[in-house]
């Protein structure tokens, strides 16, 4: 019998098999702007996970710098900020992510997204734009709103390196 806990169990999208699958994919640093959206369910523990440095910067277009550096060194890195960040650091992954060519994964929480719209149905401008500009700058991206998304994410950072190019994962929820 589905009870409503285990309704809500199926759909979370959890810190913590986030952070499993970045391990698993390689991934060494986490750099960070801090970020209400994933503040408690994958912040939070990232900063006292064994095996993956956390980088905090001030600015996002910092962290697409650190992230396309570390590739050169044979390291393996995601930027997390929201949607916002991403917004104000576009420029940052034209030139680095895509022109340069340069693996950049990013993983953007959408803040202010309902639950059960898709980001284009947004009623948030912030969120609703998010895609078509990705679209435009011919960024790959996918949203990952439950666990049972998360082969996504480790599809899309394995494509990233192996390509050259840069991915941005949309959170449809906030983990937990």
Known sequence: M??????????????????DTLKRCGV?????????VTSEGLLRPLAEEPGIALIRVCKEDEGVSICAA??????????LMQNTGLLDSLN????????????????VG???????????DSAKY????????????GVAHCLLSTDCDLARLEAGIERAYETRSPVVFLLGRSPV
């Open 2 to 19: 589905l009870t409503a806990s285990t309704a809500v169990a199926a759909d979370a999208l959890r810190g913590r098999t986030i952070i």
């Open 28 to 36: 060494s640093h986490v750099i960070s702007v801090p970020d209400i």
């Open 70 to 79: 570390l590739s050169f060194c044979g390291r393996r890195a995601l930027l």
């Open 92 to 107: 940052a992954l034209r030139a680095i992510g895509v022109e340069f060519g340069n693996p950049v994964c990013m993983m």
């Open 110 to 120: 959408l803040l202010g997204k309902e639950p059960e719209a898709s980001p284009r």
């Open 126 to 137: 912030g969120v609703r734009i998010i895609e078509p500009m990705l679209d435009v700058m």
